[in-house]
Nanobody
């Protein structure tokens, strides 16, 4: 069983940056593929980025490459999402997710554990 707690969301002006954190409880954190998803009001949940257990392999949604970076610190059982050049369209609730897998997974339905989400609001 894995519990995930996100933090770092908030209100930021367009062009600004935020770093989200997701702290995981439980054992064998390094065996989990971790990911970030987001959901804006009235829209479906959207894949943002994923990272394999080792931290050496990542995948970021094409539309977000160059602005969003996922990373992890297995010693701290934490995964991060660094977001820069934020746009009002990035406004959403951001969720951390985990799945016991050795491969990158982009489908939200394949993730077993979810955090409660953290709100990111980007003002114009």
């Amino acid at each position: 069983q894995v519990q995930l707690v996100e933090s770092g969301g908030g209100l930021v002006q367009a062009g600004g940056s935020l770093r989200l954190s997701c702290a995981a409880s439980g054992r064998s954190f390094s065996t989990y593929t971790m990911a970030w998803f987001r959901q804006a009001p009235g829209k479906e949940r959207e894949f943002v980025a994923a990272i394999r257990g080792s931290g050496f392999t990542t995948y970021t949604a094409d539309s977000l490459k160059g602005r969003f970076t996922i990373s992890r610190d297995n010693a701290k059982n934490t995964v991060y999402l660094q977001m820069s050049s934020l746009e009002p369209e990035d406004t959403a609730v951001y969720y951390c997710a985990a799945v016991s897998s050795l491969v990158l997974v982009r489908n939200s339905k394949q993730y077993d554990y979810w955090g409660q989400g953290t709100q990111v609001t980007v003002s114009s």
